[in-house]
């Protein structure tokens, strides 16, 4: 029978390794630079944590794990002809696999918080599984790269979680719309129109603006319950254009009656006035200038996942190729209240590695460096010249030049056909003469380009 893999599953061969390395390690030399260190938990968790924090779609999408050994032994038969199938997992099942890198997060802040040094920066980036239908972009085993602060409420997180971003991009080559909102607008929004109590409900659909358009977003409002008056109260606010200080004092105009709303552009305010280069413009330090080498946006139209997110929310798109958001984060305020400890403020971004990774593919910005693998391959002509390369193999590798032997002492012609399919630049090939002069030949394989050299040379030119 031909072997398979689980649908919703992929296997990565060693291109696509080297092309994913290349994200992971560039996100990770980031967020070191910002001060973040790296945790990791492990992949099943207990499903009394994962349990009743996604709701009710969420937990159908946990992966639980049954119990070893009899798992059936405490189950009466009664039980098993009713095939309550919630109540039996409940019974049969204590683990499962992790959905996202958050609630396991907020568990370990919970577990270790002696021992964490406050303010907490950490980033992690691990596969998680959620038992979904398996479509084009959607897996049951994909990658998170998260990054969090927990336990500062200072706003000069969120900026230089927008600068981190940035780099990142930048680094990357792709240029990109740093999208930016707050919950405390939405809510302010929702008050001033009369209908605080449907703000979840505004927001899931004004979130869809862009895939559904506006006329499908007042029908959606109007099924959930809103009044003619009331929709045509937002339209202005979903429709608001100019620079981002124009809406932001178009928009705390619209909410001057409310504390919260208010409150929502004045962190906003600071986050985008810290990011311009405004706030230091009495500075005669230095140059006034942004910090960002990308756009950063208000879009009073993004929500985001609000029942989670409380402060300033991010979203993070291409600019030269068709995909949905490739990062995206917020600020929330009570991270791990779902465990007991409640009032530990936090925010974090999460970077999308398998929409990076189209990314990156569609615009072709893989650096050629990072994705060779072998720099020279050392031809085997057999058991003397094999004795006369290794030594020379050891002080290239100890130089830092990846290299190989050819382990078999078969036909060049199969030899060199290996180098071709693993596009490896360079072979060194050493026979009698090249042993009787103490020199090795370097053979370019794209030119096919020749040269008698020293060990030295040899090292020398492909540093």
């Given at each position: 029978m031909k072997?398979?893999i689980?649908?919703?599953t992929?296997d990565?061969?060693?291109?696509?390794?080297a092309?994913?390395n290349y994200?992971?390690?560039?996100?990770r030399s980031?967020?070191e630079l910002?001060?973040?260190?790296?945790i990791?938990?492990p992949?099943?968790?207990?499903?009394?944590?994962l349990?009743?924090k996604?709701g009710e779609?969420?937990?159908k999408?946990?992966?639980k794990i049954l119990n070893?050994?009899d798992?059936?032994?405490k189950i009466d038969?009664?039980?098993?002809t009713?095939r309550n199938t919630?109540?039996l997992a409940s019974?049969?099942?204590?683990?499962g696999?992790?959905y996202?890198?958050?609630?396991?997060?907020?568990?370990?802040?919970?577990m270790?918080?002696?021992?964490?040094q406050?303010?907490?920066?950490?980033?992690q980036v691990?596969?998680v599984?959620?038992a979904?239908r398996?479509?084009?972009?959607?897996?049951?085993?994909?990658?998170?790269f998260d990054?969090?602060?927990?336990?500062?409420?200072?706003l000069?997180?969120?900026?230089?979680l927008?600068?981190?971003?940035?780099?990142?991009?930048?680094?990357?080559?792709v240029r990109?719309q740093?999208?930016?909102?707050n919950?405390?607008i939405?809510?302010?929004?929702?008050?001033v129109?009369g209908?605080a109590?449907?703000?979840?409900d505004i927001?899931?659909?004004i979130?869809k603006?862009d895939?559904i358009?506006?006329d499908?977003v007042n029908a959606?409002?109007r099924?959930?319950?809103?009044?003619?008056?009331?929709i045509?109260?937002?339209?202005?606010?979903?429709?608001?254009?100019?620079?981002n200080d124009?809406?932001l004092?178009t928009i705390?105009?619209?909410?001057?009656?409310?504390?919260?709303g208010?409150?929502g552009?004045?962190?906003?305010r600071y986050i985008?006035?810290?990011?311009s280069?405004?706030?230091?413009?009495?500075?005669?330090?230095f140059t006034?200038h942004s910090?960002l080498k990308n756009?950063?946006q208000?879009?009073l139209?993004?929500?985001?996942g609000?029942?989670?997110?409380t402060?300033?929310?991010?979203?993070v798109?291409a600019?030269?190729?068709?995909?949905g958001?490739?990062?995206g984060g917020?600020?929330?305020?009570?991270?791990?209240g779902?465990?007991?400890?409640p009032?530990?403020?936090g925010?974090?971004?999460?970077f999308?590695?398998d929409?990076i990774y189209?990314?990156?593919?569609a615009?072709?910005l893989?650096?050629k460096d990072s994705?060779?693998t072998?720099q020279v391959?050392?031809?085997?002509?057999g058991e003397k010249?094999?004795a006369?390369?290794?030594p020379?193999?050891?002080q290239?590798r100890?130089?830092?030049?990846r290299?190989?032997?050819?382990?078999?002492?078969t036909k060049?012609?199969k030899?060199m056909?290996?180098a071709?399919?693993?596009q490896?630049?360079?072979?060194?090939l050493?026979?009698?003469?090249?042993m009787?002069a103490?020199k090795?030949?370097?053979k370019?394989?794209n030119?096919?380009?020749q040269?008698?050299l020293?060990?030295e040379?040899?090292?020398?030119?492909?540093?």
């Amino acid at each position: 029978m031909k072997p398979s893999i689980p649908k919703g599953t992929r296997d990565f061969g060693p291109m696509e390794m080297a092309k994913r390395n290349y994200i992971f390690n560039t996100i990770r030399s980031v967020y070191e630079l910002y001060g973040f260190q790296q945790i990791e938990t492990p992949a099943q968790e207990t499903l009394q944590t994962l349990m009743g924090k996604y709701g009710e779609e969420g937990d159908k999408l946990l992966f639980k794990i049954l119990n070893s050994g009899d798992y059936l032994s405490k189950i009466d038969d009664q039980e098993l002809t009713e095939r309550n199938t919630l109540r039996l997992a409940s019974k049969i099942c204590e683990k499962g696999l992790r959905y996202d890198l958050t609630v396991p997060f907020a568990r370990y802040v919970v577990m270790h918080r002696e021992e964490l040094q406050l303010p907490f920066k950490r980033y992690q980036v691990q596969p998680v599984w959620r038992a979904d239908r398996p479509q084009k972009g959607r897996y049951r085993e994909f990658y998170q790269f998260d990054g969090d602060v927990v336990g500062s409420d200072s706003l000069l997180n969120e900026v230089e979680l927008m600068q981190i971003v940035d780099t990142v991009f930048t680094r990357f080559g792709v240029r990109v719309q740093i999208k930016i909102n707050n919950r405390k607008i939405l809510t302010g929004i929702a008050e001033v129109i009369g209908a605080a109590d449907k703000i979840v409900d505004i927001t899931v659909a004004i979130d869809k603006l862009d895939k559904i358009g506006i006329d499908n977003v007042n029908a959606e409002l109007r099924e959930n319950g809103l009044s003619e008056e009331q929709i045509q109260k937002l339209q202005p606010i979903i429709a608001l254009e100019g620079t981002n200080d124009e809406k932001l004092n178009t928009i705390a105009e619209v909410l001057k009656d409310s504390e919260v709303g208010l409150k929502g552009v004045e962190e906003t305010r600071y986050i985008l006035n810290m990011l311009s280069g405004k706030a230091a413009a009495n500075s005669s330090f230095f140059t006034l200038h942004s910090s960002l080498k990308n756009e950063i946006q208000l879009d009073l139209t993004l929500a985001r996942g609000l029942s989670y997110y409380t402060g300033a929310i991010f979203e993070v798109k291409a600019l030269d190729t068709p995909m949905g958001s490739i990062s995206g984060g917020g600020r929330y305020d009570n991270l791990t209240g779902i465990f007991g400890m409640p009032g530990l403020s936090g925010v974090g971004i999460s970077f999308g590695v398998d929409r990076i990774y189209d990314v990156l593919n569609a615009l072709d910005l893989y650096p050629k460096d990072s994705l060779q693998t072998t720099q020279v391959l050392f031809i085997n002509f057999g058991e003397k010249e094999t004795a006369y390369c290794l030594p020379v193999i050891g002080q290239v590798r100890q130089a830092g030049i990846r290299a190989e032997i050819y382990p078999d002492s078969t036909k060049m012609k199969k030899q060199m056909s290996y180098a071709n399919a693993k596009q490896i630049p360079y072979v060194v090939l050493a026979g009698d003469n090249e042993m009787a002069a103490g020199k090795l030949t370097l053979k370019n394989m794209n030119t096919g380009e020749q040269t008698l050299l020293t060990a030295e040379e040899v090292i020398s030119k492909l540093s």
